[in-house]
């Protein structure tokens, strides 16, 4: 794809309070994937409305931070999720989370700097296509709404209360306020939670268009989903992030703490300077040589901002021309090239006929950001980088001025391959430079299968949980007849056809099921890929698999747990979809119906055949009698 957008764009947020009191702060987030020959507009709020609601119009900019006992921070539970998607392909990183009873998935972009999660409704007015079905809180026995009240806007109604964001690019997303149960994943150790969340009715530009459902939001703010599971006592304060690196993609999320690396680097982040994770940047150097900069040129409007759901780096005007000096003069012997779009004047170098990553640090420098305390955070090449998407072996600076801003916003590029920690109950952020695709397994970190039944709803709903809900059981789990599953395989189409049984065979075992429950369709070619289409159906005699083995099959595929043979390349899971058992009508009834229609169907043709038979016989044949032929007479005249 062609990445090719050069400033950071100002997004003007409409702050509203919500039925907690909110803290001051914005949101920022990525949308749907770059087209070609355009890059994506980063979307960064730099300048706050003025709340509403009179609630909290007294409200500084200081963040509360709830401390724990060191004792009770390291008993709770954390919850570790796989991110999914590439940041500079898709635009963003996702993970998945689970909604409501019986629990409904979603793809939900991973943001540092946005305070509401949000997904859009089942009754929305203005939603997009996105990659799973909308939330159906009418399905949810759990689910209830977050009733009007002072404290929070409500809708026209004055029954519900409501929530609205708007962003610099013209995109927006408004609905309701929600409160349902929440799950992580079969990698974490966190059981379902209830949490507050935004139900969408409208959407507007790139989130209408976005492949992914919605938003997560990690930032600093009462309705931030790491706070309120920290108001909770559930998690400690704290939670990390590591992307994957170039051509990798994917990497780890980790809600709540766990042991740290010992050697990694850490720097303050002032909660009270900004709503958004800062870092006490002074300086950068590049091939060990420090930039000849004022330190303060790091220190403007909200400092050095670390952002997830910004793609490239940002830097002051002077800082920037001081850096991209400074590389270029490091590979003053490359070839200086034209940017994948000829709008903008990416700095780009032709390196090789080959597009061998391994080479990448031996030709470009290494780069350190230097902090207050004096240590440093060093990059590779692939944090400041991206590929030419037109030129074979030719990559593009991806660090871009910030025009009049002077804002120093470090968004996803310069974090691939880096653990993130973001501790907040110390106001601090930690770095740690690791192969985030092997991130567990470096790290030792558990992850626990949650338990099958969700944990009960103690705040009852306001409508009646026990209801006789349509396709629900008795347990209140819904009844799925069929899984259908599009699944992307990294082989092309010609070379799957003759191995499609094998393939059958190996999910089939991998699922635990039998052969005759999966059945395979619709191959379709996608360049060097294949797009196959995988129905999995009950076994017999039974009619439908509850919502926890449904969930399950289809969590497999999203965590990446089912493994094939080597010969089937990777899988991607692009679609799936639950439907409900046929309505199937009682056998033996169905016998006698037919019995009975039988039998009359018999007698009727039998009474036909007598009725026309009787006709038949009641007209004997009887000869002229010769004695009763009158002659022929004459015509007389009249």
Same mark, same amino acid.
Not at 11 to 38: F, M
Not at 322 to 345: C, H, W, Y
Not at 522 to 527: A, K, M, P, Q, R
């Given at each position: 794809?062609?990445?090719?957008?050069?400033?950071?764009?100002?997004?003007?947020?409409?702050?509203?309070?919500?039925?907690?009191?909110?803290?001051?702060?914005?949101?920022?987030?990525?949308?749907?994937?770059?087209?070609?020959?355009?890059?994506?507009?980063?979307?960064?709020?730099?300048?706050?409305? %003025?709340?509403?609601?009179?609630?909290?119009?007294?409200?500084?900019?200081?963040?509360?931070?709830?401390?724990?006992?060191?004792?009770?921070?390291?008993?709770?539970?954390?919850?570790?999720?796989?991110?999914?998607?590439?940041?500079?392909?898709?635009?963003?990183?996702?993970?998945?989370?689970?909604?409501?009873?019986?629990?409904?998935?979603?793809?939900?972009?991973?943001?540092?700097?946005?305070?509401?999660?949000?997904?859009?409704?089942?009754?929305?007015?203005?939603?997009?296509?996105?990659?799973?079905?909308?939330?159906?809180?009418?399905?949810?026995?759990?689910?209830?709404?977050?009733?009007?009240?002072?404290?929070?806007?409500?809708?026209?109604?004055?029954?519900?209360?409501?929530?609205?964001?708007?962003?610099? %690019?013209?995109?927006?997303?408004?609905?309701?306020?929600? %409160?349902?149960?929440?799950?992580?994943?079969?990698?974490?150790?966190?059981?379902?939670?209830?949490?507050?969340?935004?139900?969408?009715?409208?959407?507007?530009?790139?989130?209408?268009?976005?492949?992914?459902?919605?938003? #997560?939001?990690?930032?600093?703010?009462?309705?931030?989903?790491?706070?309120?599971?920290?108001?909770?006592?559930?998690?400690?304060?704290?939670?990390?992030?590591?992307?994957?690196?170039?051509?990798?993609?994917?990497?780890?999320?980790?809600?709540?703490?766990?042991?740290?690396?010992?050697?990694?680097?850490?720097?303050?982040?002032?909660?009270?300077?900004?709503?958004?994770?800062?870092?006490?940047?002074?300086?950068?150097?590049?091939?060990?040589?420090?930039?000849?900069?004022?330190?303060?040129?790091?220190?403007?409007?909200?400092?050095?901002?670390?952002?997830?759901?910004?793609?490239?780096?940002?830097?002051?005007?002077?800082?920037?021309?001081?850096?991209?000096?400074?590389?270029?003069?490091?590979?003053?012997?490359?070839?200086?090239?034209?940017?994948?779009?000829?709008?903008?004047?990416?700095?780009?170098?032709?390196?090789?006929?080959?597009?061998?990553?391994?080479?990448?640090?031996?030709?470009?420098?290494?780069?350190?950001?230097?902090?207050?305390?004096?240590?440093?955070?060093?990059?590779?090449?692939?944090?400041?980088?991206?590929?030419?998407?037109?030129?074979?072996?030719?990559?593009?600076?991806?660090?871009?001025?910030?025009?009049?801003?002077?804002?120093?916003?470090?968004?996803? #590029?310069?974090?691939?391959?880096?653990?993130?920690?973001?501790?907040?109950?110390?106001?601090?952020?930690?770095?740690?430079?690791?192969?985030?695709?092997?991130?567990?397994?470096?790290?030792?970190?558990?992850?626990?299968?949650?338990?099958?039944?969700?944990?009960?709803?103690?705040?009852?709903?306001?409508?009646?949980?026990?209801?006789?809900?349509?396709?629900?059981?008795?347990?209140?789990?819904?009844?799925?007849?069929?899984?259908?599953?599009?699944?992307?395989?990294?082989?092309?189409?010609?070379?799957?056809?003759?191995? #499609?049984? %094998?393939?059958?065979?190996?999910?089939?075992?991998?699922?635990?099921?039998?052969?005759?429950?999966?059945?395979?369709?619709?191959?379709?070619?996608?360049?060097?890929?294949?797009?196959?289409?995988?129905?999995?159906?009950?076994?017999?005699?039974?009619?439908?698999?509850?919502?926890?083995?449904?969930?399950?099959?289809?969590?497999?595929?999203?965590?990446?747990? #089912?493994?094939?043979?080597?010969?089937?390349?990777?899988?991607?899971?692009?679609?799936?979809?639950?439907?409900?058992?046929?309505?199937?009508?009682?056998?033996?009834?169905?016998?006698?119906?037919?019995?009975?229609?039988?039998?009359?169907?018999?007698?009727?043709?039998?009474?036909?055949?007598?009725?026309?038979?009787?006709?038949?016989?009641?007209?004997?044949?009887?000869?002229?009698?010769?004695?009763?032929?009158?002659?022929?007479?004459?015509?007389?005249?009249?």
């Amino acid at each position: 794809m062609a990445l090719s957008s050069i400033a950071a764009t100002v997004s003007i947020l409409i702050y509203l309070s919500l039925p907690y009191s909110i803290t001051a702060g914005g949101e920022n987030i990525l949308h749907q994937s770059p087209t070609a020959g355009s890059r994506r507009p980063m979307v960064f709020p730099l300048f706050l409305s %003025e709340s509403n609601s009179s609630s909290s119009s007294s409200r500084s900019l200081s963040i509360p931070h709830r401390k724990l006992n060191k004792a009770d921070s390291k008993s709770l539970p954390h919850s570790r999720m796989r991110l999914y998607d590439d940041l500079l392909r898709n635009g963003y990183y996702t993970t998945r989370l689970w909604i409501g009873t019986p629990p409904q998935m979603f793809a939900l972009i991973v943001d540092s700097g946005s305070t509401v999660t949000y997904v859009p409704c089942s009754d929305c007015e203005q939603c997009g296509k996105h990659q799973d079905p909308k939330f159906q809180p009418e399905l949810s026995t759990t689910y209830q709404p977050v009733k009007c009240n002072m404290d929070c806007n409500c809708d026209d109604d004055k029954e519900q209360c409501v929530y609205e964001r708007e962003y610099a %690019e013209h995109s927006s997303s408004k609905g309701v306020l929600g %409160e349902d149960l929440i799950s992580f994943g079969n990698e974490s150790q966190l059981t379902p939670q209830r949490a507050v969340f935004g139900c969408e009715t409208v959407e507007t530009g790139d989130l209408y268009s976005q492949r992914a459902d919605g938003i #997560i939001g990690l930032g600093q703010g009462d309705l931030s989903l790491v706070d309120q599971l920290v108001d909770k006592g559930l998690i400690s304060n704290s939670f990390g992030l590591c992307y994957g690196g170039m051509d990798i993609g994917g990497g780890s999320m980790i809600l709540g703490g766990f042991e740290y690396p010992s050697d990694m680097i850490f720097t303050d982040s002032d909660p009270d300077r900004s709503p958004y994770y800062n870092i006490d940047l002074t300086g950068i150097r590049v091939a060990g040589k420090q930039l000849l900069l004022n330190s303060r040129v790091f220190d403007g409007e909200h400092g050095a901002v670390l952002d997830s759901g910004t793609t490239y780096a940002y830097l002051p005007d002077a800082a920037f021309e001081a850096f991209e000096e400074a590389v270029m003069r490091e590979v003053s012997t490359l070839k200086q090239i034209d940017g994948p779009d000829p709008n903008f004047k990416d700095t780009c170098f032709h390196v090789a006929a080959s597009n061998d990553v391994s080479e990448f640090s031996k030709i470009f420098p290494s780069v350190e950001m230097v902090f207050k305390s004096g240590q440093s955070w060093l990059l590779s090449p692939e944090n400041y980088m991206f590929r030419h998407a037109k030129v074979h072996g030719a990559y593009c600076l991806g660090v871009f001025p910030n025009g009049k801003d002077h804002t120093t916003l470090l968004g996803g #590029i310069v974090v691939r391959n880096t653990l993130v920690v973001y501790d907040r109950e110390n106001s601090k952020v930690g770095f740690w430079r690791t192969n985030c695709s092997e991130l567990s397994d470096r790290l030792h970190i558990d992850g626990a299968t949650p338990p099958a039944t969700l944990p009960s709803n103690d705040s009852n709903p306001s409508h009646n949980s026990s209801s006789n809900l349509s396709g629900f059981d008795s347990s209140g789990l819904t009844q799925i007849g069929q899984i259908n599953l599009d699944v992307e395989l990294t082989v092309n189409s010609s070379y799957l056809k003759p191995r #499609i049984e %094998e393939l059958s065979k190996s999910f089939s075992k991998e699922l635990d099921v039998k052969s005759s429950q999966v059945v395979l369709s619709n191959l379709t070619s996608i360049g060097n890929n294949t797009l196959i289409r995988m129905v999995v159906v009950p076994p017999e005699p039974s009619t439908w698999f509850s919502n926890v083995t449904a969930t399950s099959i289809v969590s497999r595929f999203t965590n990446h747990q #089912i493994k094939l043979p080597v010969i089937f390349g990777n899988y991607q899971l692009v679609n799936y979809k639950l439907e409900p058992p046929r309505k199937r009508t009682n056998s033996s009834i169905v016998v006698i119906v037919v019995g009975i229609i039988a039998v009359i169907m018999g007698l009727s043709a039998y009474g036909a055949w007598l009725i026309w038979k009787r006709k038949q016989t009641s007209i004997p044949y009887k000869p002229v009698d010769e004695q009763v032929i009158v002659a022929e007479q004459e015509l007389q005249p009249i």
